[in-house]
């Protein structure tokens, strides 16, 4: 089974929003997260969604769910208080939702707040993570990349040509990260990054998939502003053919 697993359990302060979470701004009458979701709604490859989302907000985001006939979602689950541990009770969420085909089972984990995606890359993270067991979604780096010492003095330039930015989804078989997640509680680790830095630090093998450069995620004002640019000059090319 392939379980989209979809974090959004941000508050957006970065945003300054006042009424809404930054995943609850919309986009032509469509909150971001429901843009995001459509794609993993109308992916053939993927069986069941699940959703981290702030616990205030499930009732909202269930109406919405409704109201665009979202129907793989199989579970809506409140967030912990680190992004570590919101993704933590998706996963186990997740493990409910597989049943039986848990041991056999795919976990894409993706931001409710990057919808910038497509069909395309959700099976390549599929199809990686059965060849190699991972897969992290990246872009290459395309500006010098610089390492600092406390101080903030430079320390060394990296050959950018070797460096990628990790993006999502970032995507294992679900009893290896589920796993990985237990072990890591049980060390005392509750504020790690993303699942890419956790898997790397208890030694698994990880696996790149390149992603479109698009694949940005919605943190702030001028995220939201090339959202909405980047929105309507793919709109604009299926009308007009471009």
């Not at 890359?121 to 067991?133: H, R, T």
């Amino acid at each position: 089974m392939n379980i989209g697993l979809i974090f959004a359990g941000g508050s957006g302060t970065r945003m300054n929003t006042k009424s809404k979470p930054k995943q609850f701004l919309e986009m032509n009458g469509k909150a971001i997260i429901i843009h995001t979701l459509e794609y993993f709604e109308n992916c053939r490859d993927i069986d069941k969604i699940v959703v981290v989302c702030i616990e205030g907000w499930i009732d909202y985001l269930e109406k919405l769910l409704d109201r665009f006939h979202i129907t793989k979602v199989a579970k809506v689950v409140p967030g912990g208080e680190t992004g570590q541990l919101s993704i933590y009770n998706g996963l186990k969420a997740a493990k409910d939702v597989a049943g039986d085909k848990y041991e056999d089972s795919i976990v894409l984990i993706h931001d409710g707040v990057r919808p910038l995606i497509n069909e395309q890359l959700l099976l390549d993270n599929i199809e990686s993570v059965k060849q190699f067991g991972s897969a992290i979604t990246v872009n290459r780096a395309i500006e010098t990349i610089i390492q600092v010492d406390d101080s903030k003095a430079v320390n060394n330039v990296v050959d950018r040509t070797s460096c990628y930015v990790a993006r999502a989804p970032q995507s294992f078989w679900l009893k290896d990260i589920l796993s990985t997640h237990e072990r890591a509680l049980a060390d005392g680790k509750r504020e790690m990054i993303d699942s890419a830095t956790m898997m790397r630090t208890y030694n698994y093998d990880l696996h790149i998939v390149e992603g479109p450069q698009e694949n940005i995620k919605i943190t702030n004002p001028s995220d939201f502003y090339i959202f909405r640019s980047l929105y309507e000059a793919k709109e604009n090319s299926q009308i007009f053919g471009l």
